[in-house]
Nanobody
C-alpha cells in the first residue's frame, strides 16, 4: 500500500522560507514522477513543481527562482524548498507520486500560511 506523508508546513512571514517534505512508503518512489501541488481557498489545485524519475525538474512560472524541488531516492522522500515567500503562496500543499500506468497517489496536504 502506498502512503504519502507531508510535513514542514506552517506560518511564515513574507520573505521567509520553509522546506516541505513528503515521505513515500511502498516501492514506487524511484520509478515515480514526484510533484508538489497547491490549492488556495477558492482556487483550483495547481502544479507547483515536478521531479521526474529521469532527473528532469519543472516549475510553475509563479515559483521559478524561488522554489526548488529535490528528491532522495534512498529515503523515498521529496522536498520542496520555498524561499522568498509571499502571501500569494498561502495554500494547502499536496505531494503526488506516480506515473502513467502506475497510478497516482496523493498525500493529505500541509498548510502553508505566509503572513505578517
Amino acid at each position: 500500500q502506498v502512503q504519502l506523508v507531508e510535513s514542514g508546513g506552517g506560518l511564515v512571514q513574507p520573505g521567509g522560507s520553509l522546506r516541505l517534505s513528503c515521505a513515500v512508503s511502498g516501492t514506487i518512489f524511484s520509478m515515480s514522477n514526484m510533484a508538489w501541488y497547491r490549492q488556495a481557498p477558492g482556487k483550483e489545485r495547481e502544479a507547483v513543481a515536478q521531479s521526474f524519475s529521469d532527473g528532469i525538474t519543472n516549475y510553475a512560472d509563479s515559483v521559478k527562482g524561488r522554489f526548488t524541488i529535490s528528491r532522495d531516492n534512498a529515503k523515498s522522500t521529496v522536498y520542496l524548498q520555498m524561499d522568498s515567500l509571499t502571501p500569494e503562496d498561502t495554500a494547502v500543499y499536496y505531494c503526488r507520486a506516480g506515473r502513467p500506468g502506475l497510478g497516482y497517489y496523493w498525500g493529505q496536504g500541509t498548510q502553508v500560511t505566509v503572513s505578517s
